[in-house]
Nanobody, 123 residues
Framework: QVQLVESGGGLVQAGGSLRLSCAPS?????????MGWFRQAPGKEREFVAA????????YYADSVKGRFTASRDSAKNMVYLQMNSLKPEDTALYYC???????????????WGRGTQVTVSS
């Protein structure tokens, strides 16, 4: 398993943008892992947001964020990103970065998780 650290969350007005970043702690690398983004709003279960395969060739998105969010990775920098545009108040949540050895979007397949970064979208 690899330990993950998210950053980039904050408070933004509806219609604004944020870019979340995820990095492995220590000298670990994301090589070979599919990286996912999940979120959990207050009083709700954690849900899948986006994922990108280790090669970066394939991305997956929840219907609620398609066309607004973009997952990407920079292997040279060993970083994973989630660009969030046209943010809505319903995007407010704690956003988690996660890693899996499988090409999966199922939460139970992800064995490594960060602690999350808070995104708050005001109306």
């Amino acid at each position: 398993q690899v330990q993950l650290v998210e950053s980039g969350g904050g408070l933004v007005q509806a219609g604004g943008s944020l870019r979340l970043s995820c990095a492995p702690s220590g000298r670990r690398t994301f090589s070979g892992y599919t990286m996912g983004w999940f979120r959990q709003a207050p009083g709700k279960e954690r849900e899948f947001v986006a994922a990108i395969t280790w090669s970066g060739d394939t991305t997956y998105y929840a219907d609620s964020v398609k066309g607004r969010f973009t997952a990407s990775r920079d292997s040279a920098k060993n970083m994973v990103y989630l660009q969030m545009n046209s943010l809505k108040p319903e995007d407010t949540a704690l956003y988690y970065c996660a890693a899996t050895s499988f090409g999966s979007v199922a939460e139970y397949d992800y064995g490594s998780w960060g602690r999350g970064t808070q995104v708050t979208v005001s109306s």
